[in-house]
């Protein structure tokens, strides 16, 4: 995918001169009557009211599942297995020979109806119960009928006790739950850890039907995020999928995934290796988006065209504090520009090729 945006960008050199155009002439046409974009000088009086306009492009919109805690232990559940041993010593026992005090009950599995059957005392519901639980409900149930008997027993974890963790780690699968404090990251622990290729990896939850999402990042940051788990939870680790794209002086002209939840101006200008000292204007730093139609139409809070360049100045205080805390969206293109501008191309015309560039990298994705 990368190579493909290279490769668009580069085709598109004929037609593009070197850098782009100055942020005072575009401030300025932007201002005439046929213009058909707008521009706007990023300051730290700007920023509350860009802050209301609609987002644009890939957003991460899933909700989470606030901790709570559980049980210190494991809960029997449907499909469950349990492993019971009963000893008798008494000499007329019901259940064991003169030569053999005690009988083994391998692999008994619990029903859908959350019962097991026991020989002389028939189904017992276990459902809901712990094994220690379990085992003295057993027990009580044989002691009715043979007072010496003793029960033993342990479990093993059936699919409603277990959970899948489908991607992004080292040993993806399904593991049981040892008990109902089993969270998120100590799942992942299980599975290896997160793949270190993985950039900003953002954790999915499906759970009944239905996704939650968060990013690593929160959890760490935020450990009574790291959510319990259900019996049949699914658990996906993935790369962020959100971009924006590099271009005229900068360090590099490419494609740049998002390696933090929320991505600043400045953030995104170190993520692609700065600006060029002796190309770029420190005055001139452009960020092109594109907004929906409904965000110009009139009562909405919004910008004056659905294109828009927003011009960064990175030479003064206001300009920097303003850089450090103006959001970059996912799918925004990012302009580092030279001067002079190539006077054979007007700024309209430029503006016009960075948003076609952007809408072919789209329907690309």
């Known amino acids: 995918m990368a190579g493909l945006v290279l490769g668009t960008l580069s085709g598109c050199s004929s037609e593009l001169p070197g850098g782009g155009p100055n942020s005072r002439q575009l401030l300025r046409e932007a201002t005439r009557a046929d213009a058909d974009f707008a521009a706007y000088k990023v300051t730290r009086a700007f920023l509350p009211i860009v802050a209301r306009w609609p987002d644009t492009g890939t957003q991460q919109r899933l909700s989470w599942i606030s901790h709570s805690s559980g049980a210190r232990t494991q809960i029997i559940q449907p499909g469950d297995t349990l492993n019971i041993r009963v000893w008798d010593s008494s000499e007329n026992s019901l259940l064991t020979s003169l030569d053999q005090k005690e009988i083994a009950l391998p692999n008994v599995k619990v029903a859908a109806n959350g019962s097991i059957f026991m020989p002389y005392v028939g189904n017992i519901s276990v459902v809901g119960l712990t094994p220690d639980l379990a085992r003295e409900q057993l027990q009580a149930a044989l002691e009715a009928i ?16 277990s959970v899948d963790l489908v991607s992004g780690v080292p040993r993806p699968g399904t593991y049981p739950m040892p008990d109902r404090n089993y969270t998120v990251m100590s799942l992942i622990a299980a599975g290896g850890g997160i793949n270190p ?81 002796s190309r770029a204007d420190p005055q001139g730093l452009l960020v092109l988006r594109e907004y929906p139609a409904s965000a110009v139409r009139p009562g909405n809070q919004g910008p004056r065209q659905p294109r828009v360049v927003f011009a960064l100045d990175l030479t003064s205080a206001d300009g920097l504090f303003a850089a450090r805390n103006f959001r970059i969206n996912s799918g925004d293109l990012i302009l580092a520009t030279e001067a002079p501008i190539n006077d054979l191309l007007t700024i309209s015309q430029i503006v016009g090729n960075f948003y076609g560039l952007g809408n072919r990298i789209g329907l690309v994705n």
Do not use: W
């Open 197 to 277: 290729n993985l950039n900003n990896p953002q954790i999915r939850l499906m759970r009944g039907g239905r996704l939650y999402g968060t990013s690593v990042d929160h959890l760490l940051a935020n450990p009574q995020a790291d959510t319990l788990l259900r019996g049949g939870d699914r658990v996906f680790v993935e790369e962020d999928e959100r971009y924006f794209l590099s271009f005229g002086a900068t360090g590099t002209e490419a494609m740049h995934i998002f390696n933090k939840d929320e991505m600043s101006a400045m953030d995104a200008v170190a993520a692609m290796g700065g600006v060029n000292d």
């Open 146 to 161: 043979i007072p010496s008997a003793q029960v033993q027993l342990s479990m093993t974890e059936g699919r409603n006790n």
